[in-house]
């Protein structure tokens, strides 16, 4: 018997400016594991991350977590879902004017009531955990694009989500670092115990830490199921995309 989904997404569109970007989503985000969103850029695949976190209203569709219909809950269980998630920016987002150190508490100091010693201790444990003790008075200009990165990762565990959104991660980065944030995110997950939606075109790498994948094109889900499964699949949309080959319909090209 299949367990049930943490996150089940059903019927969900949504325009701009009178354009569709989502035109009736459906997918799940099964739990203690990472699912890859892959397709084609301009796909709405980051869209479709804000509004399972909240930063987005549909027009139509609904959003359930562990069954239960998110748009007929409250305000304040809204609240208490969004607290269980957390949101890594495709460009990461970090301030310049603070330190690592301040970057990483933000999340704490803006949500938490808690007394900044517990704030400090959270912080250096996980900057321990994440090997960033070194680099926490530094401030981000002084870093390496990789350890920033990593510093965005340890922002977004320290409030210690359930539901984990990476938008892109390895945007920018060279095959090396991108095979490292991979293996981070993968690390992470594991020690962590969160569930991970993970927006990526890096294609097959993501494969090596997704446990579920989900292909949007078009404004649909077209194809989702194993890593093992998409690349056996015979579906001509799929099968494209994944050898990297232009769509003929594709009047961008």
């Known amino acids: 018997m299949t367990s049930q989904p943490m996150i089940e997404i059903r019927g969900l569109t949504k325009a701009f400016a009178g354009q569709p970007v989502l035109r009736g989503i459906d997918m799940t985000v099964p739990e203690g594991m990472v699912t890859a969103v892959i ?57 310049d004017s603070m330190t690592v150190r301040d970057n990483i508490a933000l999340p704490l100091r803006e949500t938490a009531k808690l007394p900044e010693a517990t704030v400090a201790k959270r912080v ?16 981000p200009s002084q870093i390496s694009g990789g350890m920033q990165k990593r510093v965005a990762l340890a922002r977004a565990l320290v409030t210690e989500p359930g539901l984990v ?18 293996a981070l995110i993968d690390q992470s997950r ?15 790498d993501v494969f090596g830490v ?15 199921g194993s890593p093992e499964a998409i690349r056996a699949c015979d579906d001509p949309v799929v099968r494209r995309f994944l050898s990297g080959q232009p769509d003929p319909e594709d009047a961008n090209i």
């Open 165 to 182: 959104l990476f938008d892109e991660p390895t945007t920018g980065l060279d095959p090396i670092r991108k095979a490292a944030v991979l």
């Open 39 to 95: 397709g084609k850029s301009g796909e709405g695949k980051s869209v479709l991350l804000k509004h399972i976190i909240g930063l987005l209203k549909p027009d139509a569709g609904d959003i359930l977590f562990r069954g239960g219909s998110l748009a007929s809950v409250g305000a304040s269980e809204r609240r208490a879902f969004r607290r269980r998630c957390s949101y890594m920016f495709q460009n990461m987002a970090l301030f």
């Open 190 to 204: 594991r020690q962590f115990g969160f569930t991970a939606v993970l927006v990526s075109h890096d294609i097959p």
């Open 210 to 224: 997704a446990g579920h994948v989900a292909m949007l094109d078009a404004g649909r889900i077209v194809w989702e």
């Open 124 to 139: 250096g444990e996980l900057a321990e955990r994440l090997e960033l003790v070194a680099i926490l008075d530094k401030f």
